[in-house]
């Protein structure tokens, strides 16, 4: 048994210290590199991965594509985080947390930066009036969940996520505590969606869009591989609400966009035209050339 941690009076940093992530982590913010972002020819330019974070925006604009919003069309860039591009000189200018995903608008007279997922979510439901209703006890309910996964999600992630699959080490203490937890979020969700059809109340909107690729996941034991562990089935209303926005034309392509793991088909690195959804699955799907 190791020996207990007392923590000394001044914490400094050990590099090594830091587990399957200790090459990118740091204590300090702002660039490593110079590295200037690619821009494309939408007004819309998004700099991301396929993490939950990620696939929060590009669901969403997909969603916004197909609602007929032709302003939402979008280039989504691949940022590839485990090696450190966050940190590039263009994308910390976007987003100074050094975070996907990030957002520059380009439609008006000036660019808008936009970073932090949920930010991302409220601005584009405010541009193109859409995914969020517009006034009242809907709408309140509607940010207030938006928020709740603001809020949750770190423990998830952070918690029980880095815990219990990335830690160098296991600590019961640490994984018992963010379990709990994990669970505990999961009950609120079944029991919201015990009593609503979606997390706002009849219609789909952004809190739907921000909880599922998280808890969606996890319901579905993508994330972590911990379905068994937290027992997830027994959440049956998270079940029936994640398997029905997983049919979404519009979450299926949202998925796929910046994401670089998983089955071929899954996978399209870059989006940057509508059609880069077939051609991208027929290249991968096609046999290899004599």
């Known amino acids: ?37 690619p821009v494309g020819r939408h007004p819309l330019q998004l700099y991301s991965l396929a993490t939950p974070n990620g696939v929060k ?22 940022i590839p985080i485990t090696e450190g591009a966050q940190f590039g000189s263009g994308f910390v200018a976007v987003n100074p947390n050094s975070k996907i995903p990030a957002l520059m608008d380009h439609s008006g007279a000036a660019p808008v930066r936009v970073f932090e997922s949920g ?18 006890a809907a709408r309140a309910e509607c940010l207030s969940w938006l928020f709740w996964q603001m809020g ?25 505590r963010f379990a709990m937890e994990a669970k505990r979020q999961l ?21 739907d869009i921000a909880v599922w690729p998280w808890y969606g996941a996890l319901a579905k034991g993508q994330l972590y591989e911990a379905g068994e562990f937290l027992q997830v089935q027994d959440y049956t209303h998270v079940q029936r609400w ?31 035209e509508a059609s880069d959804f077939e051609t991208r699955t027929q290249d991968k799907l096609a046999p290899p050339a004599a």
């Open 1 to 37: 048994m190791s020996e207990p941690y007392t923590p000394p009076a001044v914490w400094t940093w050990n590099s090594a210290n830091g587990g399957r992530f200790a090459h990118i982590n740091r204590p300090t913010a702002g660039p490593t590199h110079d590295k200037v972002l």
């Open 57 to 78: 925006v590009t669901v969403m604009l997909e969603e916004l594509l197909a609602l007929g919003h032709a302003g939402a069309e979008y280039d989504a860039w691949l």
């Open 119 to 136: 930010a991302i979510l409220l601005y584009l439901a405010e541009k193109f009036g859409a995914l969020l209703p517009a006034g009242g």
């Open 152 to 176: 949750s999600a770190p423990y998830l992630g952070g918690g029980f996520g880095h815990f219990y699959a990335y830690a160098p080490s296991k600590i019961e203490y640490a994984i018992d």
């Open 187 to 207: 009950d609120v969700l079944n029991r919201r969606l015990a009593e609503s059809r979606y997390l706002a109340g009849d219609g789909y909107s952004i809190a």
């Open 242 to 272: 994640a398997d029905e926005i997983a049919q979404r034309p519009a979450a299926k392509r949202g998925r796929m966009v910046n994401r670089t793991w998983g089955p071929p088909e899954t996978q399209l690195h870059e989006r940057h």
